[in-house]
């Protein structure tokens, strides 16, 4: 019971102010059907988080757990490392021109849920 309560409250917490909310808000604006957009958007959730909790009972059994924790540390230093100097360049940029430009890149580097 412990698990389902935190990850509610981290998905919760972690999804506020993510796209999907906002394409959430937008489909909803458009098609004016919210308890529609409501299940699609859960059942686009159930996929993608459903196949990401297979995945990780499958990797738990297979891999070594300390195997598992050092990959798991790697990338999230490498992704704070990264966000760093995103974060670094778009304040040279602002500096630069003097206004903060969008900055389009193929991964999403904030975005680590």
Do not use: W
């Not at 974060?87 to 630069?96: D, H, L, P």
């Amino acid at each position: 019971m412990d698990a389902l309560f935190l990850a509610l409250a981290l998905t919760a917490i972690s999804e506020l102010g993510d796209k999907t909310q906002f394409a959430s808000l937008a489909l909803t604006t458009h098609f004016k059907r919210p308890a529609v957009v409501l299940t699609g958007c859960f059942l686009g959730f159930l996929i993608v988080d459903g196949f990401s909790a297979y995945l990780g009972e499958m990797l738990y059994y297979l891999l070594d757990h300390r195997l598992i924790r050092f990959v798991a540390a790697a990338v999230f230093f490498a992704l704070a490392f990264f966000t760093a100097i995103q974060k670094a360049e778009s304040k040279a940029v602002v500096r630069e021109i003097g206004v903060l430009t969008p900055n389009f890149n193929l991964y999403d580097y904030n975005n680590t849920t």
